[in-house]
């Protein structure tokens, strides 16, 4: 069904913008190409929560995936993230990504099912729809067990008996929870891919059994996560530690003792760029930059990780 290998890592990519909060996109396609060229990157997604994507207008998205599509489509495949609150919404963005060159699309829950929950068959009919329509492998986006648009067990392995469906992006962030996930998942179809999308505790979602990471932090340590799911992978569980002890202060200075949100997606992008992977850590509103304490911290932690902290922000 895909044209896309899962197995691997998956980065969310952030979106370089200028001062005046206008989409940076010299920059945003050579830092598309510089990520798709690191170790072990399967296929980079755009739109995701790193992305800024509430931020950002349907053409913009549109727009992004389009760049990085023209910047790194030669290298690896593109999925973009489709965040509506209708079918009708989602099923026109889906054939604006598909024509900007996505080859798979990821598909965050409706945001209004936070606020008033669903019924099971919402959410098949929301993915039949969008894949009926855009003919394009589709990414489940599992949101945390403690929201109202978390998925059952039971759902999960609905949904990954669809057609539609080629790979989960697994945030469950509750691990007695999560591990049911993946059996329920690995026991309806045991090709569909699973990825994790726990920045904040790699290694630990890791080990249960997944197949990659789908996760905004590679855009800032792609090397580190790709060796740790090697080390992973190869059952080696002193080297994966090794690798994760230079990851954690990192994850620490960017995502503290929470889960990932609009402000430490601030400190991962200062991160990004006091490490010179991006030329700007400038983030559209309502987010904002990270305090001087906050970039002190997070100087201490890329020297920590082995990168390079650069003069300026």
Known sequence: MSSIDFNGIIPAIAVPFNQDYSIDEPELKRFSRWLAGQPGIHALMTNGHTGEVFSLTPRE?????????EAAGDIC?????????GINDAVEQAGMAKEAGARG???????????????????????TA????????????VYPAWTRASFSCEL????????????????????????????AIREADPTKALLTCHDEYLLASMV??????LVGFASLVPGLIHELLQAVRAGDLKQAMAVQARITPL?????GAGEPTGEAHGRMKAAMARAGIIRSA??????????????RAIDAALLAAGLTVQAAA
Not at 157 to 181: C, Q, W
Not at 282 to 295: D, F, G, Y
Request: charged fraction near 25%; include cysteine.
């Open 61 to 69: 998205r549109a727009h992004v995936t389009r760049l990085t599509v």
């Open 77 to 85: 495949p593109v999925i973009s993230s489709i965040v509506c609150e």
């Open 105 to 127: 699309l990821d598909i965050m829950p409706p945001h209004h099912w936070l606020r008033f929950g669903f019924k099971p068959e919402h959410c098949i009919d929301y993915f």
């Open 130 to 141: 969008i894949g009926k329509a855009s003919g394009l492998p589709l990414v489940v986006h």
């Open 156 to 183: 999960l392995a609905e949904l990954a008996r669809s057609p539609h469906v080629a790979a989960f992006k697994i945030g469950t962030r509750e691990m007695n929870k999560y591990a049911r996930d993946l059996q």
């Open 208 to 213: 249960q059994g997944v197949d990659g990471a």
């Open 251 to 255: 994850k620490d200075a960017v995502y």
């Open 282 to 295: 400038t983030v559209r509103p309502p987010t904002h930059a990270p305090s001087e304490k906050e970039l």
